[in-house]
Protein backbone atom coordinates (compact mmCIF):
# COMPACT_ATOMS: atom_id res chain seq x y z
CA UNK A 1 0.00 0.00 0.00
CA UNK A 2 2.70 2.73 1.15
CA UNK A 3 4.23 1.74 -2.66
CA UNK A 4 0.65 3.18 -4.42
CA UNK A 5 0.89 6.27 -1.95
CA UNK A 6 4.32 7.19 -3.26
CA UNK A 7 3.79 6.20 -7.12
CA UNK A 8 0.76 8.01 -6.89
CA UNK A 9 2.32 11.33 -5.37
CA UNK A 10 5.08 10.59 -8.16
CA UNK A 11 2.52 10.98 -10.45
CA UNK A 12 0.58 13.83 -9.59
CA UNK A 13 4.09 15.66 -9.10
CA UNK A 14 4.72 14.51 -13.10
CA UNK A 15 1.40 15.66 -13.59
CA UNK A 16 2.42 19.52 -12.23
CA UNK A 17 5.36 19.84 -14.65
CA UNK A 18 4.90 22.27 -16.89
CA UNK A 19 2.14 24.48 -15.18
CA UNK A 20 1.73 27.74 -14.32
CA UNK A 21 5.06 29.63 -14.49
CA UNK A 22 3.70 33.23 -14.35
CA UNK A 23 2.87 33.20 -10.93
CA UNK A 24 -1.19 33.58 -10.03
CA UNK A 25 -2.35 32.11 -13.31
CA UNK A 26 -4.74 35.07 -13.95
CA UNK A 27 -2.95 36.28 -17.10
CA UNK A 28 -4.99 35.20 -20.37
CA UNK A 29 -2.19 34.16 -22.46
CA UNK A 30 -0.93 31.51 -19.79
CA UNK A 31 -3.63 29.03 -20.57
CA UNK A 32 -2.59 28.59 -24.12
CA UNK A 33 1.28 28.22 -22.88
CA UNK A 34 0.28 25.49 -20.24
CA UNK A 35 -1.93 23.33 -22.23
CA UNK A 36 0.97 23.01 -25.28
CA UNK A 37 3.06 22.52 -22.61
CA UNK A 38 1.16 19.70 -21.54
CA UNK A 39 0.40 18.39 -25.09
CA UNK A 40 -3.30 19.56 -24.97
CA UNK A 41 -3.23 19.99 -28.62
CA UNK A 42 -6.21 22.29 -28.27
CA UNK A 43 -6.87 24.25 -31.49
CA UNK A 44 -10.52 25.30 -32.78
CA UNK A 45 -10.58 22.78 -35.41
CA UNK A 46 -10.12 19.68 -33.04
CA UNK A 47 -13.35 18.20 -31.34
CA UNK A 48 -13.92 16.21 -28.30
CA UNK A 49 -11.15 15.78 -26.57
CA UNK A 50 -9.75 19.14 -26.88
CA UNK A 51 -12.87 20.41 -25.71
CA UNK A 52 -12.25 18.17 -22.01
CA UNK A 53 -8.50 19.35 -22.15
CA UNK A 54 -9.76 22.94 -22.24
CA UNK A 55 -12.47 22.44 -19.60
CA UNK A 56 -9.30 20.69 -16.93
CA UNK A 57 -7.17 23.74 -17.63
CA UNK A 58 -9.94 26.03 -16.62
CA UNK A 59 -11.08 24.35 -13.67
CA UNK A 60 -7.49 24.26 -12.83
CA UNK A 61 -6.78 27.92 -13.32
CA UNK A 62 -9.91 28.08 -11.01
CA UNK A 63 -8.31 26.96 -8.24
CA UNK A 64 -5.44 29.53 -6.40
CA UNK A 65 -1.41 29.14 -7.03
CA UNK A 66 -0.84 28.43 -3.38
CA UNK A 67 -3.84 25.73 -2.86
CA UNK A 68 -1.93 23.93 -6.68
CA UNK A 69 1.07 23.94 -4.89
CA UNK A 70 0.03 23.17 -1.04
CA UNK A 71 -2.02 20.02 -2.95
CA UNK A 72 1.29 18.68 -4.33
CA UNK A 73 3.92 19.85 -1.88
CA UNK A 74 1.36 17.67 0.55
CA UNK A 75 0.99 14.69 -1.54
CA UNK A 76 5.07 14.63 -1.70
CA UNK A 77 5.20 14.91 2.30
CA UNK A 78 2.79 12.29 3.02
CA UNK A 79 4.13 9.82 -0.06
CA UNK A 80 7.55 10.89 1.60
CA UNK A 81 6.29 9.76 5.47
CA UNK A 82 4.77 6.64 3.99
CA UNK A 83 8.19 5.81 3.00
CA UNK A 84 10.04 6.13 5.49
CA UNK A 85 8.15 4.66 7.89
CA UNK A 86 7.33 1.65 5.73
CA UNK A 87 11.15 1.47 5.26
CA UNK A 88 11.64 0.97 9.49
CA UNK A 89 8.64 -0.87 9.69
CA UNK A 90 9.76 -3.92 6.84
CA UNK A 91 13.45 -3.54 6.77
CA UNK A 92 14.31 -2.25 10.54
CA UNK A 93 15.91 0.42 8.83
CA UNK A 94 16.44 4.02 10.84
CA UNK A 95 18.46 5.43 7.88
CA UNK A 96 19.68 9.25 8.23
CA UNK A 97 18.89 10.53 5.20
CA UNK A 98 15.15 9.83 5.80
CA UNK A 99 15.75 11.77 9.20
CA UNK A 100 17.12 14.33 7.69
CA UNK A 101 14.35 14.30 4.54
CA UNK A 102 11.57 14.48 7.11
CA UNK A 103 13.11 17.40 8.68
CA UNK A 104 13.27 19.59 5.71
CA UNK A 105 9.93 18.99 4.78
CA UNK A 106 8.80 20.04 7.93
CA UNK A 107 10.59 23.50 6.58
CA UNK A 108 9.00 22.93 3.37
CA UNK A 109 5.18 22.21 4.40
CA UNK A 110 5.25 24.94 7.23
CA UNK A 111 5.75 27.20 4.35
CA UNK A 112 2.45 26.46 3.03
CA UNK A 113 0.11 29.00 2.93
CA UNK A 114 -3.15 27.43 1.16
CA UNK A 115 -6.45 29.24 1.20
CA UNK A 116 -8.57 26.23 1.13
CA UNK A 117 -9.24 25.30 4.50
CA UNK A 118 -9.47 21.63 4.00
CA UNK A 119 -5.73 22.27 2.68
CA UNK A 120 -4.89 24.08 5.63
CA UNK A 121 -6.10 21.86 8.01
CA UNK A 122 -4.36 19.18 6.29
CA UNK A 123 -1.27 20.99 6.01
CA UNK A 124 -0.87 21.33 10.34
CA UNK A 125 -1.74 17.39 10.21
CA UNK A 126 1.14 16.66 8.03
CA UNK A 127 3.13 19.26 10.03
CA UNK A 128 2.16 17.18 13.22
CA UNK A 129 2.58 13.70 11.64
CA UNK A 130 6.28 14.67 10.11
CA UNK A 131 7.26 16.13 13.55
CA UNK A 132 6.17 12.47 15.26
CA UNK A 133 8.36 10.71 12.90
CA UNK A 134 11.32 12.58 13.43
CA UNK A 135 11.02 12.19 16.89
CA UNK A 136 10.16 8.33 16.55
CA UNK A 137 13.57 8.30 14.79
CA UNK A 138 15.97 9.10 17.93
CA UNK A 139 16.15 5.60 18.96
CA UNK A 140 15.74 2.95 16.86
CA UNK A 141 13.15 0.50 19.33
CA UNK A 142 10.86 3.92 19.24
CA UNK A 143 11.07 4.20 15.78
CA UNK A 144 10.48 0.59 15.15
CA UNK A 145 7.43 0.63 17.64
CA UNK A 146 6.26 3.61 15.78
CA UNK A 147 6.41 2.97 12.22
CA UNK A 148 2.97 0.88 12.08
CA UNK A 149 1.11 3.97 13.70
CA UNK A 150 2.82 5.89 11.57
CA UNK A 151 1.76 4.29 7.77
CA UNK A 152 -1.94 4.18 9.40
CA UNK A 153 -1.72 7.99 9.99
CA UNK A 154 0.18 8.63 6.37
CA UNK A 155 -2.96 6.25 4.66
CA UNK A 156 -5.44 8.42 6.53
CA UNK A 157 -3.69 11.46 5.56
CA UNK A 158 -3.63 10.38 2.07
CA UNK A 159 -7.30 10.09 1.72
CA UNK A 160 -8.09 13.50 2.90
CA UNK A 161 -5.79 14.61 0.21
CA UNK A 162 -7.92 12.64 -2.02
CA UNK A 163 -11.42 13.86 -0.74
CA UNK A 164 -9.90 17.23 -1.68
CA UNK A 165 -8.38 16.43 -5.20
CA UNK A 166 -11.89 14.60 -5.77
CA UNK A 167 -13.98 18.00 -4.28
CA UNK A 168 -12.06 19.75 -6.77
CA UNK A 169 -12.52 19.35 -10.38
CA UNK A 170 -9.43 20.77 -11.37
CA UNK A 171 -7.01 18.92 -9.35
CA UNK A 172 -9.21 15.87 -9.73
CA UNK A 173 -7.97 16.20 -13.37
CA UNK A 174 -4.80 15.74 -13.15
CA UNK A 175 -5.02 13.11 -10.46
CA UNK A 176 -5.16 9.28 -11.32
CA UNK A 177 -7.77 7.01 -10.03
Known sequence: MPWLATCTVILLLLAGCGGDHGGSGNSKGSGASTAAERGGGET????????EAGEREQAL?????????AFFQL?????????????VSVK??????????LRRLQSSVRSLRPRNGQLRRLRGDVLAALRQAARARRTIPIARRSAPKLLV????????LQLYAKSHPGIGALVPE
Open 44 to 51: SGEGGEGG
Open 61 to 69: RGIPHADRL
Open 75 to 87: GNAIGDLSTTASV
Open 92 to 101: GLVRRHDTVA
Open 153 to 160: RSNRLFKR
